[in-house]
């Protein structure tokens, strides 16, 4: 979404009452919304990044759903997103992820919202045949848990939607989770060095199984009707704007 004032635009925003609040653009490196036409038109095969940073992504036409607040379906039979390669990101800069989000209600299969194509950092994952949020470490250490489970979250077995917040920084905890109008609030974090965040990601929703092809996938997340990172360790403030920018489509 778009907004002109006074000859300026600002993306993302939306009117509360008489004031625009905008989103959060500094560090903004991906931004794919399912509900702005110019992110995705209502067909085809590209989610479109509308950062500025054409990072785009491909994915299945049919994993687009309209009902309702619009989102990619991501649970399992229509694919995930796919870049052709990393984005790449180092939270030596600091790392945020923003996502509107309604996860996948199943302990079947490990749930990855995304993960690098080579060496395979799982940079945000929930633990198969369980519900704790966290990482998996490629290089050896495998799973690195919040100690937060999934079915602490607002409304996690519900239709409802929920935004999240990961943060990475260069220092313990160097993994933090946060969700809501309380991102201050830290609902998990790991201090454990191998949680950092030293790949970028190729794969939004899923597992990538080695290809760039978005039907080829498995390890599904959920639904996601947006989802941003930027290159930078955002406030509880800049968070808190960029709730309060798009809560109002989704009822929060």
Do not use: C
């Not at 002109?4 to 991906?30: F, Q, R």
């Not at 995705?40 to 299945?60: K, L, M, R, T």
């Not at 260069?170 to 991102?183: E, G, H, I, K, R």
């Not at 996938?217 to 009707?225: F, L, V």
């Amino acid at each position: 979404m778009t907004v002109s004032i006074g000859g300026a635009t600002i993306s993302g925003g939306v009117t509360l009452g008489t004031a625009v609040v905008p989103i959060v653009t500094a560090g903004l490196v991906v931004q794919l919304d399912a509900g702005d036409a110019s992110s995705y038109p209502g067909a085809g095969a590209i989610w479109y990044d509308v950062s500025g940073n054409n990072n785009n992504y491909n994915i299945v036409a049919a994993a687009y759903n309209s009902s309702g607040p619009k989102y990619m379906d991501f649970n399992g039979s229509y694919g995930i997103a796919k870049n052709t390669s990393n984005i790449p990101l180092s939270d030596a800069t600091g790392v945020t992820y923003f996502v509107i989000t309604r996860v996948k209600n199943s302990t079947a299969e490990w749930r990855t919202l995304t993960r690098a194509y080579d060496a395979g950092d799982h940079q945000v994952i929930i633990q198969s045949s369980g519900w704790d949020i966290g990482m998996y470490d490629n290089d050896g250490v495998g799973f690195l848990g919040t100690g937060y489970s999934q079915q602490s979250l607002p409304n996690y077995d519900t239709s409802n939607w929920i935004m999240m917040y990961w943060r990475w920084q260069a220092v313990s905890p160097y993994y933090q989770l946060s969700y809501n109008d309380t991102a201050s609030t830290i609902r998990g974090s790991i201090t454990n060095a191998n949680a950092r965040y030293n790949r970028g990601f190729g794969s939004i929703g899923g597992y990538h199984n080695g290809t760039t092809t978005p039907s080829d996938a498995s390890q599904y997340w959920g639904d996601i009707a947006y989802f941003s990172a930027y290159a930078s360790y955002l406030t509880d403030a800049q968070l808190s704007q960029n709730f309060n920018a798009l809560r109002g489509r989704y009822g929060l």
